[in-house]
């Protein structure tokens, strides 16, 4: 490999090597990155290639606003294309040579994060033609509208660009007009005309595809009413729908990936009632199951696919930090791949997109101190161009590095998690520590990313912990299911547990802790603070849960029978229960110093929870930090209130556990 590319890997050594931006030694602390660098939104999120090369497609941030740039190579000379008021760009793929297909996100109201519309749109890769394709929108007969369209109250996404036709795809419909989930369609939709003609309707609600190379809908798969995954099969076009794999009676949460070249084989995400996950792979013509791969730690992240999108050449898996297995190590991009992987240690390396051909890649690399940067590899040039980062202002050397850790849980379970220490002090003992908790809770996992809350934490003195309790993703169907109905539970007593191992270690000062977590992680760090008041002395619930009752009654979840009966499944339904496990209930045990922060536009956990918690802490006149925004929702969005609101987590920390802390300490159990 290195004799093939040498003129690529020298260049990208050196660039390397210019950036500084790997893994510097213990030393003095650098002075900390300023807030507002760490609560700007990212400049390029994504870049993808045309099919044939001859454009980039970029995810830019331009006057605090989410753009589509379009850039010619031959020059790099382009367009930005800027939706109108408050849309703005949420993701977009290219659906030909020229032609790309987008989703846009508005600003409803008050609020500040843009929220999908479900519309799909499209532009040619010059910035001319553009116009709504499909959605409410369509049809309107304004200047970027596309006559034909028509309006339609319903929402889709891409299921396949029809690489063999320049003018359609295949889209997913999904109508507006249900809270009890829909059976979609897959329709043909012209790419300039917004015409549709339908494919085929899903046997199952709100169901994702899986087509074959020839642009045939095969698979339709998602999570049932009864909350078990449930994968239908069809062997062509003209072909009934057969369900294949039922979780409830194979006891298996399988989800198919994609065919392989011959497509007589199919790639599924396979987690059975035992183990972490893995890869297995399907015969079409036995239905027999054979495993592929396993993993140890943790199962699958997703498939790495050829240039042509044809079969899958490697796969990413995030152990502890990433890690990527070929599968087809004779494959051009996998040989390319596995090269870049050696130029880069330590780094995460992920192809991004590709030509057709395979002559030109967009990689990306980053890691937990790097948020990313992007590069375009030439084939027939050998050699490999840095194209731009997405947050260019941040330096590498100055963030915190996040270690790998595992321990055991109380009752004998093993959790991997990561500890953060601040930069330059990397080997350092009896560290101010904040446990920080990740939401969900379940199927979500802390990784090993660049995360703008740890740095800020990091590069201001304190140690940051974060662990992957029982419920959370990518660790087994076991894994997930066991922290069902455990909010205030063992799914609490495992951050617990991880606390006491960071003092046990000798990382943490025991008398200086600290719980914080956004959504089910601000529910844990107010129910940490009631379950363990000698333990911590600060607790900071960011946009939390704190009365369990209320979300059988407030919020998005409830607002469909699909959403009530996964609130049954994980919550049950005991009133007593729940509100014995709300940290509402139980406010007069608090003795940490405490603050809320409260969204006033959040759909998923509304202002109520947070107006409960206050409540209940002014009952038992225990005193608290409030920090409202009225116009933020799930997660603060808008860059000065995330600023804002890193200066006061900061501020707050700073008084309860940092140089200004004050009082008598808390000794720990």
């Excluded at 012209?190 to 087509?211: E, H, K, N, Q």
């Excluded at 495993?291 to 796969?315: N, Y």
């Excluded at 309790?469 to 617990?496: H, I, P």
């Excluded at 333990?535 to 919020?555: H, P, Q």
Aim: glycine share 10%.
């Amino acid at each position: 490999m290195t004799t093939r590319h040498p003129g690529m890997f020298a260049a990208l050594a050196a660039w390397a090597a210019a950036a500084g931006s790997v893994h510097a030694a213990d030393g003095a602390a650098p002075a900390p990155v300023p807030y507002a660098d760490l609560a700007r939104h990212e400049q390029f999120r994504e870049v993808k290639i045309s099919p044939n090369g001859d454009y980039l497609a970029a995810a830019a941030v331009v006057d605090d606003k989410t753009v589509l740039s379009l850039i010619r190579l031959s020059d790099m000379k382009g367009v930005n294309l800027r939706p109108r008021d408050s849309r703005e760009l949420a993701s977009f793929w290219w659906v030909a040579p020229g032609r790309v297909m987008y989703t846009i996100g508005e600003r409803a109201g008050a609020l500040e994060t843009p929220v999908p519309t479900g519309e799909l749109y499209a532009v040619n890769a010059d910035g001319t033609g553009d116009g709504v394709l499909f959605g409410y929108r369509a049809g309107n007969q304004g200047a970027t509208h596309i006559a034909h369209a028509t309006s339609r109250r319903a929402y889709a996404t891409l299921v396949d660009p029809l690489r063999d036709d320049p003018k359609r795809a295949l889209i997913a419909a999904y109508s507006f007009n249900s809270t009890n989930g829909v059976f979609p369609t897959v329709e043909k939709i012209d790419l300039y005309t917004g015409v549709t003609m339908p494919v085929t309707t899903s046997p199952l609600r709100d169901a994702d595809f899986i087509t074959d190379h020839h642009g045939i809908v095969r698979f339709a798969f998602g999570t049932d009413v009864d909350q078990a995954r449930k994968v239908w099969y069809r062997a062509g076009d003209d072909a009934k729908w057969e369900l294949v794999f039922d979780e409830n009676k194979d006891h298996q949460r399988l989800r198919p990936l994609g065919f392989n070249r011959k497509e007589d084989k199919v790639y599924f995400d396979c987690a059975g009632s035992k183990g972490v996950g893995g890869v297995c792979i399907w015969d079409v013509d036995s239905r027999k199951l054979s495993t592929l791969w396993s993993g140890t730690v943790s199962g699958p992240l997703e498939l790495v696919p050829s240039a042509d999108d044809k079969d899958a050449i490697a796969l990413r898996t995030m152990p502890d930090r990433t890690a990527t297995t070929l599968i087809d190590a004779q494959a051009p991009e996998a040989k390319l791949l596995a090269g870049l992987l050696q130029q880069f240690p330590g780094e995460d390396v992920r192809i991004t997109s590709a030509t057709l051909d395979g002559s030109k890649i967009v990689f990306a690399v980053s890691s937990d101190r790097n948020p990313g940067q992007f590069f375009l590899y030439d084939e027939k040039a050998r050699k490999a161009s840095f194209l731009l980062a997405n947050r260019p202002w941040i330096k590498p050397e100055q963030m915190g590095t996040m270690e790998p850790i595992t321990l055991k849980a109380r009752d004998g379970l093993e959790l991997h998690g990561y500890l953060t220490r601040p930069p330059g002090k990397e080997q350092a003992k009896n560290l101010p520590l904040v446990v920080y908790v990740h939401g969900g809770p379940y199927g979500v996992r802390d990784q090993w990313e660049f995360d703008p809350y740890v740095q800020v934490l990091a590069t201001r003195g304190y140690a940051v912990l974060q662990v992957n309790f029982r419920g959370s993703g990518n660790y087994g169907n076991a894994f997930l299911t066991a922290g069902y109905r455990e909010w205030g539970g063992k799914m609490q007593d495992d951050v617990t547990d991880a606390t006491r191992w960071a003092i046990g270690q000798g990382i943490a000062d025991p008398k200086r802790l600290c719980i914080f977590g956004g959504s089910y992680g601000g529910y844990a760090a107010l129910e940490g603070a009631v379950k363990e008041p000698d333990l911590y002395r600060c607790a900071i619930g960011y946009v939390g849960v704190y009365d369990l009752r209320l979300m059988y009654t407030r919020g998005d979840i409830p607002q469909s029978s699909w959403g009530e009966n996964y609130l049954k499944l994980v919550l049950g339904e005991d009133s007593e229960q729940l509100w014995d496990r709300s940290p509402a209930a139980h406010a007069d045990r608090i003795k940490a110093r405490v603050m809320l922060v409260v969204g006033g536009q959040d759909w998923r956990v509304p202002p109520v929870q947070g107006e409960a918690m206050r409540s209940a802490l002014n009952k038992a006149n225990i005193p608290y930090e409030w920090l409202y925004q009225r116009t933020e929702g799930h997660g603060f969005y808008d860059e000065d209130h995330a600023e804002d609101l890193f200066k006061k987590l900061v501020a707050f920390l700073d008084k309860a556990i940092g140089p200004q802390a004050a009082g008598e300490a808390v000794a720990a159990e």
